[in-house]
């Protein structure tokens, strides 16, 4: 199976508590990916630290995976080698 993230957002690690990050989104991003669960809407965020900060600051992105259409490649037929043959 296979996923494709949609970016949705950075956040950047609090100076002075580093087990904090704060994220912002853009409410129409987040809308666009809310899902209804029992009568609730909801969103699923994954995030991940980058390797380096951007040109902002921000150390942390955002993203929402969704499941990817895959293509199922058939494995191609295997070529049968030349027989080699017996010379006596």
């Known amino acids: ?7 949705i957002g950075k956040g ?3 100076e002075k ?3 904090i990050v704060k994220f912002t989104f853009a409410l129409e991003d987040l809308q666009e990916v809310a899902y209804d669960y029992e ?3 909801f969103v699923s965020v994954e ?3 980058m ?3 951007d040109k902002f600051g921000r150390t942390h992105t955002a993203w929402v995976a969704e499941k990817a259409a895959s293509k199922v490649e058939e494995p191609a037929p ?3 080698a030349p027989r080699k043959s017996k010379a006596k």
Do not use: F, I, V
């Open 47 to 49: 995030t991940s630290e």
């Open 17 to 19: 508590l580093e087990n």
């Open 1 to 7: 199976m296979t996923y494709k993230n949609n970016y």
């Open 39 to 41: 009568g609730r809407m």
């Open 78 to 80: 295997k070529k049968n």
């Open 51 to 53: 390797k380096n900060p």
């Open 12 to 14: 950047k690690r609090n």
